[in-house]
Each structure stands twice: as C-alpha cells, then as structure tokens.
C-alpha cells in the first residue's frame, strides 16, 4: 500500500500549495540560493505558478508533481525536475521539499522514487542528477535510500544564505533503478 502519490498541479491545487508555502516558509527558504519575492506567498501567484509549471511542462523545460498523501488527499511536498537536456543528454536534475511536519517518516523517500520512475518511463530520461548541501544529511539520506549514488563535490558551488557553499553531486541512471 502506498502512503503517497504524485501527480501534477491543477489549479484546484492553489490554496492548498499556498498553505504548504506559508507554513514552510523559513524551512524551505533556508535551502534556496534565491529567495522568493513576498507577494509569492498569495492566492493569485500561486495560480500564476501552477499555470507556469503547466507550459514548463508542455514545453518540456521542467516538470513538478506535487506529493499527496492517498488517506487524505492533502499536499505535503513536490518532488521537481529542471534543468531539463534532451539529446544527447536526456538529463534533469531534481529537487524536493516536504513539509516539515513529514520530515523523517520516509515519504521523501518514497516520492522521489516515484518521481524517478516517472521520469525515467514517462517522460523518458536517461539520468537523474541532485546537489545537497553536506549539511543536509536527511536530504543525503533521501537520495540513497531513493538508490543514488554519490558522484562527488562541487565546491564552493551556489552562493546560499551568504556564502559560498559546496554541494555534494548524486545521480541514478534509469538502468539502476529497481
């Protein structure tokens, strides 16, 4: 049985993906090398998102599935690919965030798991890649328990929170997914 399923955002989805936004706020801002403007955090912008992820992904430029969980239909995260490189590369790189009430009961886990099968089936990638920051050991924790593997550091990386930071590189080829 499984606790989570992914899909992409309808505009039904607004107020919800608003309320995870607000809730998680600092959370997830903390991770961002670029902040959001404020007026993000409105009705209106998240309507605006959710249209804009739809031509991302008509345009293959990007995809987003949010993470619901199946007993209640509530949004508790997003799982994400971006970067998108078709031939010769057919590569993106993903990203997630949960709603910090979820942190720890293996759901990010599962969903980007799911993600990448998705990805690799569907929408017909070759290889996943993700940065975490070394600090962000449950971000680590995730992408192996999810079956990638460490590839190396990119030091000094992305200018986050005011400094240089490195980030440790992970990737999953669609033959290693099992």
Request: aromatic share 12%.
């Amino acid at each position: 049985m499984n606790s989570i399923y992914l899909r992409v955002y309808t505009k039904e989805d607004a107020q919800a993906l608003l309320d995870l936004s607000v809730r998680n706020q600092g959370h997830f801002e903390y991770w961002m090398p670029v902040k959001p403007p404020k007026d993000t955090y409105t009705l209106p912008k998240q309507l605006e998102r959710i249209q804009q992820l739809e031509e991302n992904q008509k345009a293959d430029r990007s995809y987003a599935f949010g993470i619901f969980l199946t007993e209640t239909n509530q949004l508790v995260g997003e799982v994400s690919a971006a970067f998108v490189e078709r031939f010769p590369a057919e590569t993106c790189m993903i990203g997630y965030q949960l709603d910090q009430q979820y942190n720890g009961q293996g759901i990010m886990s599962i969903a980007v798991r799911q993600a990448a099968r998705l990805l690799f089936d569907e929408y017909q990638f070759h290889r996943l890649r993700a940065e975490v920051m070394p600090e962000n050991i449950g971000s680590i924790r995730v992408l192996e328990k999810a079956g990638f593997r460490q590839e190396g550091i990119a030091k000094k990386s992305l200018f986050i929170n005011g400094a240089w930071e490195d980030f440790v590189l992970f990737a999953l080829l669609k033959e290693e997914l099992d």
